[in-house]
Nanobody, 126 residues
């Protein structure tokens, strides 16, 4: 299983960015996925999660209303659309996946995921 995150970059505060995570080596529609972020010296924190069919989503309070997680199972890809970006959104963003049995399964804890991408840097300038 491989997860390849991409799309990070430098953006001004108030701007938008979309990061993507392409999965390979798995039947993507059998996996719940999530996004986490981490800044140097701090723990990795939950950002957003989506269930395997894309119907159910969850967000951290700090990004709710600004970020949107979505997925395209035909393309084996999960996206994180980030709008109204703030300098405090600066971090390395990681995608994660976990095989599930039921559509209802969705996870917010990093311990619940067993596959991780390599991360993509998002920098928001003030």
């Amino acid at each position: 299983v491989q997860l390849q995150a991409s799309g990070g970059g430098l953006v001004q505060a108030g701007g938008s960015l979309r990061v993507s995570c392409a999965a390979s080596g798995l039947t993507f529609s059998n996996y719940a996925t999530g996004w986490f972020r981490q800044t140097p010296g701090k723990e990795r924190n939950f950002v957003a999660a989506i269930n395997r069919n894309g119907i159910h989503t969850l967000y951290a309070g700090s990004v709710k209303g600004r970020f949107t997680i979505s997925r395209d199972n035909a393309k084996n890809t999960v996206y994180l659309q980030m709008n109204s970006l703030k300098p405090e959104d600066t971090a390395v963003y990681y995608c994660a996946a976990r095989r599930v049995r039921y559509n209802s399964e969705i996870f917010t804890s990093e311990q619940e995921y067993n596959y991780w991408g390599q991360g993509t840097q998002v920098t928001v300038s003030s």
